[in-house]
């Protein structure tokens, strides 16, 4: 099968970046066989990144399972704005890791950082251990439920990337991930920000005097994520960046 064949058949499937799609599964596959199952399993819906096993994000390969959460460009937000943050050593928190892509980059271009993540999925906690470990450590649980408990006060920067899309929209989502990512990687409850509630309600016991929390989210709920977080007594305000059209809402204690 060539790699114009490919082509085709990614077209008529609906993909868009079909040329792009191809040569990255023509450069995947061992062998003629494994190409035809690879471009079988593409054409048939399931996204591209479960099929080559692999995502891109911030310049690093991140491995990603089947059901896990893709790692989104847009996410490099909070790596960009954690990274002016981290100090050499900080402790940091990756809560609701997913594979760990966040983690990963921050491990990359922070220095000396001690990295924790954690996700209540064990698919996602599964997958996160061959990305971060064992430069990092890796935690199944609910949110700090998860946290070793001698980091309590001691965390310098928690990052969050929760589930923000209010439930009702999940059926308006692209197939993609609707159909093949686990739905507690989507779900925010009726608003969306019932999961940035709950981080804002407890962030503070594990945080230093002066650390932060950031926690992606859209432009249209960071007004709902920034009150969750003033409710608990921080000072909060939105980071938008254009390029990879991601939005963060920022918090620290008052000083």
């Known amino acids: 099968m060539s790699q114009a064949e490919i082509v085709e058949r990614l077209r008529a499937a609906g993909c868009v970046y079909a040329e792009d799609e191809a040569a990255l ?51 490099e937000v909070l790596v960009n704005e954690a990274g002016r943050l981290a100090r050499p050593g900080a402790i940091v928190v990756d809560l609701c890791c997913g594979a760990g892509a966040i983690g990963a980059a921050l491990l990359e271009t922070c220095e000396g950082i ?14 996160a251990r061959l990305n971060l470990e064992p430069d990092g450590h890796v935690h199944e649980g609910d949110l700090f439920a998860a946290i070793p408990f001698d ?62 929390v950031l926690i992606e989210t859209s432009q249209e709920q960071a007004p709902l994520t920034i009150t969750a977080l003033e409710d608990a007594g921080f000072s909060a305000w939105m980071e938008r960046d254009e390029e990879v059209d991601g939005t963060a809402v920022i918090a620290t204690r008052p000083i």
């Open 25 to 75: 599964l023509v450069e995947a596959a061992d062998d003629a066989d494994e190409l035809e199952a690879m471009v079988a399993r593409r054409v048939g819906g399931e996204p591209l990144e479960y099929v080559l096993g692999w995502v891109e994000f911030a310049g690093l390969r991140i491995i990603v399972e089947p059901g896990v959460f893709v790692p989104r460009r847009r996410t």
């Open 114 to 127: 001690e990295l924790h993540a954690a996700d209540i999925d064990p698919a996602a906690v599964a997958c």
């Open 151 to 212: 980091l309590k006060g001691r965390v310098d920067i928690v990052v969050v990337n929760a589930p923000y899309v209010p439930t009702d929209a999940i059926e308006l989502m692209p197939p993609e991930a609707r159909l093949y990512e686990a739905t507690v990687a989507l779900d925010g409850g009726s608003d969306g920000v019932d999961v940035h509630r709950r981080i804002a309600s407890e962030v503070g016991e594990w945080l230093v005097p002066d650390g932060y």
